[in-house]
């Protein structure tokens, strides 16, 4: 019984981190500047779309960046700052030298999007077709994404937007998800008040039941 309670609290504390894993994302470019030249300083806007259809619905994503890996391999990180629309952010990006460059994302709680856009340096920015063949539907308001067309290969379909994507919707009436506090141990559905305590009147019924069969 000692084993049976201590594997129920070990469940309930280890559910959260694993039911985050596995999800994916889309990262798409607002419209970029015309022309890149190295050493120059642009500001590129994008968006980080879970299953490529709506912003993160598994609370705070933490750092991102957009990546240029030039033809050489050749790794230059551009650390993204949130702007106020959910989902949205904006980097200060510098070429170090002429080139191609292949620009993903970067993030570690989704899966990130290897292929984003392509750099010329000097030259333009060369979005790459979209993978997803479907996106769930999102109401978006005045700012959204620019979505680019589908390549001709697109597989992905997204599944539907969480019933909480709903709050995004009109965000005035509603609390940013960083000032909404969790009652619930993601992945379970039970409070993690209750699996702590669960655990521990187990454990103490299991010590009792030993000390009372020692007395015997």
Do not use: C
């Not at 894993?21 to 798409?28: R, V």
């Not at 240029?68 to 980097?91: I, L």
């Not at 969790?182 to 379970?188: A, D, I, L, N, Y």
């Not at 993690?192 to 521990?200: K, N």
């Amino acid at each position: 019984m000692l084993v049976v309670g201590l594997t129920v609290l070990a469940t309930g504390l280890l559910a959260a981190p694993q039911a985050s894993a596995g999800a994916w994302e889309e990262t798409l470019l607002d419209p970029p500047p015309a022309r890149i030249e190295a050493g120059l300083t642009y500001t590129f806007g994008y968006w980080i779309l879970q299953h490529g259809s709506y912003p993160y619905m598994g609370g705070d994503l933490g750092p991102t960046a957009l990546r240029a890996t030039d033809e050489k391999g050749q790794v230059v990180d551009f650390p993204g700052t949130k702007t106020v629309t959910d989902g949205h952010y904006s980097a200060e990006v510098i070429f170090p030298h002429d080139g191609d460059w292949t620009i993903s994302s970067q993030h570690e709680v989704l899966m990130p999007d290897t292929n984003v856009a392509m750099v010329t340096v000097p030259g333009g920015v060369r979005i790459a077709p979209s993978d997803m063949r479907s996106r769930a539907p999102y109401k978006w308001g005045n700012i959204h994404p620019q979505f680019p067309p589908a390549a001709a290969d697109a597989q992905l379909g997204a599944p539907e937007a969480p019933p909480s994507a709903t709050a995004l919707v009109d965000p005035p009436r509603v609390a940013p998800r960083s000032q909404q506090a969790s009652t619930e141990t993601p992945g379970t559905g039970l409070p993690m008040w209750l699996v702590v305590v669960a655990g521990a009147v187990t454990v103490g019924f299991a010590v009792w039941l030993g000390r009372r069969r020692a007395r015997g």
